[in-house]
């Protein structure tokens, strides 16, 4: 059976790769309005469709970075605050086994943290890459 924090991790994980596809296709969506603007642009002269498709793919990469930075940083947080507190409650039950009760605790900790480093890098991505 797996325990609290590998559930936790696991959703959170979940949570970062759902995040990622909504951000990359609603990046794409935009990138597709941009294009049809650019068509517009092209067949009416003009250059305003073409800056306002542009601000609103830059609005839609802002929404969407930040989304996926706040779902995933509270979900970290409260992933490690279970996790932390569980780890206090063990010691607090078994002090000699305090050593390896850290371990454990640090290695979860890290791989909620890396869940968290990955939304950061989607996000970086959403913003500059599409």
Do not use: C, H, W
């Not at 507190?85 to 390896?100: L, N, V």
């Amino acid at each position: 059976m797996k325990t609290s924090v590998q559930k936790i991790t696991l959703l959170l994980l979940a949570v970062v790769l759902l995040l990622s596809v909504f951000a990359f296709v609603s990046a794409g969506l935009q990138q597709d309005n941009v294009a049809l603007a650019a068509d517009e642009e092209a067949a009416s002269g003009t250059e305003t469709a073409l800056a306002v498709a542009e601000q609103k793919t830059k609005q839609a990469k802002s929404f969407a970075s930040a989304i996926i930075i706040a779902a995933v940083a509270t979900a970290g947080a409260i992933a490690m605050s279970l996790a932390i507190s569980k780890a206090i409650d063990g010691i607090a039950r078994q002090p000699e086994a305090e050593g390896k009760i850290r371990t454990t605790l640090m290695l979860g900790l890290v791989f909620i943290e890396t869940a968290i480093i990955y939304a950061l890098i989607v996000a970086i991505l959403v913003i500059f890459v599409l």
